[in-house]
Structure formats: C-alpha cells, structure tokens
C-alpha cells in the first residue's frame, strides 16, 4: 500500500494517522478545522487511558476527577467517589495534541475540506477545497456529521441523540449527573481547567426542548448560562437494527469513531471508542495479511469482538436504564438509592463510571448481588428509618 488518506482530524483520525505514519506507511491527513473546540463534555474513562496512558503522561492541561453526585426525580442526590478519576480535556487542547503526536510520527496534516470521494480503480480520487489528491486507501473519520454519503455509517432518525450545552466560566470539583422525567438521556456538568461543560443529550425530544430543560436545572443551580458559550451537536447512538446493519468498512475503506456511529448508546462515551477504533483500523491496514477486499470483513470481526457487540447489547438496556421502572419506582430513582444504600451497587457503578463493566455481563453480576444488594439497601432503610440515630450508639 503507497499511500492512505485520512478524512478528518477529531481523535479518531488523529489517532490512525499516528499509528499508520508509525508503521511507515505515507499518510494524509485532511481536516477543515484542526484542532477545535468540538462540542463535548471532554470526559476520558480509565479505560481510555489505561488502555492509552500518554493520555494522562503529558503536559497539556486537563482535569482528574474523583467525585460524581448522582440525582434522579424522588431520589434526591448522592455523592459517590471514583475509584478511578474522570480526566477532563478541553476538546481543543486534546485535539491540539492528537494532531502534533500525528504530525511527530511522520503524516502529512492537510487543513481542507474534503468535497468528495470517487473510486478510481483500486484507489481513490478526493476531492478538496484545495485541488484534488490521489490515494490507494480511506480512513473516514468525518464525525457524526459525515458529509460523505457513499461511506461510512448510514443511520435513521431513531440512530441518533441531540446533545447541547454551555460552556461556563466557573469551577467546581466534582461531575454532576442529573437524570429527569421522561427523557432517555441526562444532564451533565464537567468542570473542566478553567471553565465548566455543562450540558443535556436526549434521544426523541426536540433540540429546543432539551435546551429549555438544561436553562431551567442551570437557573436552579444557580450556572448562569447568559455568560456561557452556547454548542449543540449531534451523538450517534445506535439501536439496535442500526447496529445490526452498520455500515462500517468496505472496499477500500474503513470508519472510525463517530463516522463509523462507534458510541456507547447509553452513557454516549465516544472519545475511548474514536480512538480505539482508530488503532484497530490501522492495524488491519497495515497487516499484509489481508488483501484489499479482505480488509473490511478483518475490520468488522474485530470490532465486533473487541466492543462493537457490547454496545449492541448495550443498545437493547438503553430505554429501560432512562425509563423503566424497578419495584414500583424508576430505574434512575433506584440507581441513586442503591448507590446510597448498598456497597456492591456503589462498586458496579463505579466500574460503569470507569468503562470497565461489560454490559453483556451486567445481568449476571446484578442477579449475583441482588441479595447482597437488597438485603444492603433494606438494613441501611432499617438502620436510617427505623431506628432513631440516638439509640443506635447504644445498640
Ligand atoms: C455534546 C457532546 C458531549 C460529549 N461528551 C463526551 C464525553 O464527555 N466523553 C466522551 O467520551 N465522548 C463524548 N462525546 C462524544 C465525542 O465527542 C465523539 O464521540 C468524538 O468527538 C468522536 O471523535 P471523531 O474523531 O470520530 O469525530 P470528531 O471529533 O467529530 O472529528 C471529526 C473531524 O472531521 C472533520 N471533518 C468533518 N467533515 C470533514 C470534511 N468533509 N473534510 C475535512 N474534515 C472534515 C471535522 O473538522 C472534525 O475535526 C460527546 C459528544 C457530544 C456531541
């Protein structure tokens, strides 16, 4: 293979130009923008940086965060500590730092828009705002906003979350998550170095209506969103038919990240998954192994093996995590009131919180500790409500 061009330069691109310029392999990459403060809550798991620790081992700025409040409608709220920290990137600083790692490895960075792609052969002709560009291999890593009709994933309307916030000028020291009445999504603030992410993605519920939702919790909270910078974007979040026929890899193409509608449809974690589908991509572009026309098949069995089936799985949980009902009460309600109450629970969704819970095995280790957890959540019921604080010294 000569040369592979990469279309787009989010964390997805960046990474896969990284590591294919790494292998020796000549790389283009093409973004209108660069780096730019993409529309995100900037949060990375431990799974991200576990998996990719130059993530926390460097100089640019970024926050670690150990502390989450948790609160549902009747619940009220719980503080729960991390295990592990969320680290917090402004989008710019990330994808400043992506692209110089790219461009350090050797891929050629292009600031242009990409207008089209045409097959020419075996390779490609692209189209750009600055002339056109020839190359044998494509790596579409346009976002979820791909303008590229013939590649990458092709989703309904039901594929898809609105997700709008502000930036804030102010700080604090912890996340805030807020599920609300009726809406399969939830509320977030993320402080981040020097400003706050504070911001609400919803599935089935107009973008104005979702912004009159988030002014009305930041007027309560007294967040002044007159003074914030106002993002909106689109968060794929694939049901599951749309997982079943994603539209990943074909001849002489792979997708990544948001282009390929690689996100958690439940907690909309994107970053881990833009930059591990990335790597993936551009191990199986470097591997002789395959041919051309084998690539695409290589690249959906591994995807699917390394977390592609999980998010699947994950797409089935969705509605009923946001809008069930367990033992008379909503699924969120319970969530808070086991996290409050009962040990385990507090350690599963720790490890939720740290990407490191598998959804396909969720069921199993809930069934395993519900009556740990149950008997947990009715003694701290017994030992709050029942008997008095005074006489329990006693005891
Ligand atoms: C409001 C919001 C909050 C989020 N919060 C989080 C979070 O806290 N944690 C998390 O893990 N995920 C979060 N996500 C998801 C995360 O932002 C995405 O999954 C991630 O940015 C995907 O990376 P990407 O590289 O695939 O795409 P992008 O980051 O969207 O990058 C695509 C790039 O392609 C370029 N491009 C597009 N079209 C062209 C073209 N025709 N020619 C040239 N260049 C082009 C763009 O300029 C852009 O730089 C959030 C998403 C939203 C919308």
């Excluded at 719980?78 to 891929?107: C, F, T, W």
């Excluded at 052969?121 to 750009?128: F, M, P």
């Excluded at 705002?129 to 020839?134: D, Q, S």
Aim: aromatic share 10%.
């Amino acid at each position: 293979m000569k040369t592979v061009a990469v279309l787009g330069g989010g964390p997805a691109g960046a990474f896969a130009a990284e590591r294919l310029a790494t292998a020796g392999l000549k790389t283009i990459l093409f973004d209108e923008k660069l780096a730019w403060e993409k529309p995100c809550g900037g949060g990375l798991t431990y799974k991200a940086y576990h998996e990719y620790p130059f993530l926390v081992d460097n100089d640019t700025p970024k926050k670690f965060v150990s502390e989450t409040t948790l609160s549902a409608p009747r619940a009220g709220a719980v503080r729960m500590q991390l295990e592990h920290p969320l680290v917090i990137y402004s989008r710019m600083d990330l994808n400043r730092m992506l692209l110089k790692r790219a461009e350090n490895s050797g891929a050629a960075i292009e600031q242009t828009r990409v207008m089209g792609i045409e097959r020419r052969g075996k390779g490609w002709n692209l189209r750009t705002r600055c002339g056109t560009a020839e190359a044998d291999f494509c790596i579409i890593a346009t976002g979820a906003r791909n303008p590229l009709r013939e590649v990458g994933t092709e989703w309904g309307a039901k594929d898809t979350m609105t997700a709008l916030g502000y930036y804030v000028p102010s700080t604090q020291d912890h996340i805030d998550i807020q599920f609300l009445p009726g809406l399969e999504g939830y509320i977030w603030v993320f402080p981040r170095c020097g400003h706050l992410s504070v911001g609400i993605c919803g599935k089935g519920e107009p973008a104005h209506a979702l912004r009159t939702r988030l002014e009305a919790y930041m007027t309560e909270r007294d967040i002044s969103y007159k003074e914030g910078k106002f993002y909106s974007h689109m968060l794929p979040s694939l049901e599951t038919p749309g997982w079943r026929s994603n539209r990943v890899s074909g001849e002489g193409w792979l997708a990544v990240g948001d282009a390929g509608g690689l996100v958690d449809p439940i907690t909309g974690e994107g970053l881990y998954y833009a930059m591990r589908s990335g790597d993936l991509a551009s191990r199986v572009v470097i591997d002789d192994a395959h041919g051309i026309a084998e690539k695409a098949a290589a690249y959906r069995a591994v995807l699917a093996r390394e977390f592609a089936l999980d998010l699947e799985f994950a797409a089935t949980l969705a509605k009923r995590v946001f809008l069930g009902s367990f033992l008379c009460s909503s699924v969120p309600a319970r969530m808070v009131q086991y996290i409050r109450s009962s040990p385990r629970f507090r350690a599963l969704m720790q490890d939720l919180f740290a990407g490191t819970q598998p959804y396909g095995e969720l069921k199993s280790r809930l069934l395993r500790n519900l009556n740990g957890t149950l008997q947990e959540a009715l003694m701290s019921f017994f030992l709050n409500r029942v008997i008095p604080e005074n006489s329990r010294a006693v005891l």
